[in-house]
């Protein structure tokens, strides 16, 4: 099987805290954020991976997607035998991180996978290239694959969902179904649609509205981007998610976040 590349202001995902960061059933950024693995960002990397590939006489046409973009079909998991060895886009693959091979999406896309066989769901940043295999549209790291159940039985009928970009996600703390919550935003597909979108900053997701609330107070005029909070249902739970609005671009926003070193921050649109 072959392999290749992930962002993290990160998506890629969280682990959900409330009022402060020692509660169980909570998370906000900025505290404690799951492992992605050591990501690869950089503009060289993004655009030699984006190339057109060729795997046994096929060709394969990497191409951008939109946020809450759906795909169903058979995920497998890859382990042991690659772990250590370098990915697609030249990072150091670790099957305790969540991560995962896909052969089109761009790199450091953060995706939900929800198997349809028991509704379990795990949330990865794209790093690798692949599975090559007939039928098969993921190939996830052993860790997201304990997430859905599916080690036992090899593969599992999952559906993909795009959550967001030049995200990462941990394994630094327990994920559950609320730590693995992420939007339904919309977002064009080409450069000219998506320059009239609303780019926002993701920096924190937590079970309880009050922790989102002191969060978002804490953020309110951060830097002069105004601090909103976003609602969205998980599994039948709320999710109270923390964002700042007011990027005027895609670059603005991944600025900030490296500037401001937002630890697990991603960028999101509508």
Not at 57 to 75: C, F, H, N, Q, R
């Amino acid at each position: 099987m072959k392999k290749y590349f992930i962002f993290v202001a990160s998506f890629l995902l969280l682990i959900l805290s409330g009022c402060s960061n020692k509660a169980s059933n909570s998370y906000y950024y900025g505290s404690k954020t799951p492992n992605y693995g050591s990501m690869n960002n950089s503009q060289q990397a993004h655009k030699a991976t984006m190339r057109p590939y060729q795997i046994n006489g096929k060709w394969y046409y990497p191409t951008m997607v939109a946020l809450g973009e759906t795909s169903d079909g058979i995920a497998s998991w890859y382990g042991p035998n690659f772990h250590g060895k370098k990915t697609s886009n030249g990072e150091t693959y670790s099957m305790y991180a969540h991560t995962a091979a896909h052969k089109t999406l761009p790199m450091n896309t953060i995706v939900r996978v929800t198997s349809k066989e028991n509704g379990k769901s795990t949330i990865v940043r794209i790093n690798d290239r692949g599975p090559f295999v007939s039928g098969r549209i993921i190939d996830l790291s052993n860790s997201a694959a304990r997430d859905i159940d599916m080690i036992a039985k090899g593969t599992a009928n999952v559906r993909i969902e795009v959550i967001g970009f030049n995200g990462s996600i941990s394994s630094s703390m327990p994920l559950t179904k609320e730590a693995l919550a992420k939007s339904e935003y919309k977002v064009a597909n080409t450069q000219t649609s998506m320059q009239l979108s609303r780019f926002l900053v993701q920096i924190g997701a937590f079970r309880k509205k009050e922790g989102a609330q002191k969060y978002q107070q804490m953020h309110s005029t951060s830097h002069g981007y105004q601090a909103i909070i976003k609602e969205y249902m998980l599994n039948g739970y709320p999710i109270y998610r923390v964002m700042l609005s007011g990027f005027k671009s895609e670059a603005e926003a991944r600025d900030f976040i490296t500037t401001q070193k937002v630890t697990g921050a991603f960028i999101a649109t509508e």
